[in-house]
């Protein structure tokens, strides 16, 4: 089974609009962690945000947010006010495990957004 | 400066060549990673070290071997490179140190190697 699932293969969004990138993770490990990276066209991979399966509070990182609903095992990355800038391929991970112990990240297939003008 | 830094970030080379790829940092991190990127795909772990004398395999080592020079350098080698190992490969590190650290993985600017 998928341990990260995004259904969204791509994604248009007008630029200055929100938009919300899906992201559900499969796993039994009560301790894991959530992330979240931006690969544009030259091939680097950003770090964008982090999401802990304990943290009570949904993280954000200026106009990256993150929608955690655990019960639902979903981490939505949601942009505010796009950019053409941020036309990418969005890549979502987890690391299962605790901090203390984990080492793998497990990534989902992909989303690419494109910013229309 | 690029506190990852990988070479060649482009390499062409024939079947059974021996190729190796480096990777550097001067993030001060214990652990380092070596993944591959295969078109249309997330990436998949090769190996990884969590300091000098630790190595440890990945989810895809068959083919690859690895080094741990020093705490800032970590490099991958493809013994006898096939046409399937193309793929643009990548360098991370990570940080566990400290009670409350995430260990995010910070990554390289990535290396595209093409086997023909």
């Known amino acids: 089974a998928q341990k990260i699932t995004q259904t969204q293969p791509g994604m248009f969004v007008q630029e200055k609009e929100a938009v919300t990138l899906d992201c559900t993770y499969d796993t039994s490990d009560p301790s894991y962690g959530l992330f979240w990276y931006k690969q544009p066209s030259s091939g680097e991979m950003i770090f964008l945000i982090y999401q802990g399966s304990y943290d009570q509070q949904n993280a954000t990182e200026g106009r990256y947010s993150l929608n955690f609903q655990k019960a639902r095992k979903s981490a939505n990355l949601v942009i505010s006010a796009s950019q053409l800038g941020d036309s990418a391929m969005y890549f979502c991970?987890?690391?299962?495990?605790?901090?203390?112990?984990?080492?793998?990240?497990?990534f989902g297939s992909g989303t690419r957004l494109l910013v229309r003008p | 400066d690029a506190d990852v830094t990988q070479t060649p970030r482009n390499r062409i080379t024939k079947t059974g060549k021996r190729i190796m790829l480096e990777c550097s940092q001067t993030?001060?991190?214990?652990?380092m990673y070596w993944y591959r990127q295969d078109p249309g795909l997330g990436l998949r772990l090769i190996y990884y070290?969590?300091?000098?004398?630790?190595?440890n395999k990945g989810e895809i080592s068959d083919g690859y071997s690895v080094s741990r020079q020093a705490q800032a350098k970590f490099s991958l080698s493809l013994e006898s490179a096939i046409p399937n190992q193309t793929a643009l490969y990548f360098c991370a590190t990570s940080d566990q140190k400290g009670r409350r650290s995430t260990d995010t993985q910070y990554f390289g600017p990535g290396t595209r190697l093409t086997v023909l």
């Open positions: 993030k001060g991190h214990d652990r």
């Open positions: 991970a987890m690391r299962e495990g605790g901090e203390d112990s984990s080492y793998k990240l497990i």
């Open positions: 070290s969590f300091d000098v004398k630790d190595i």
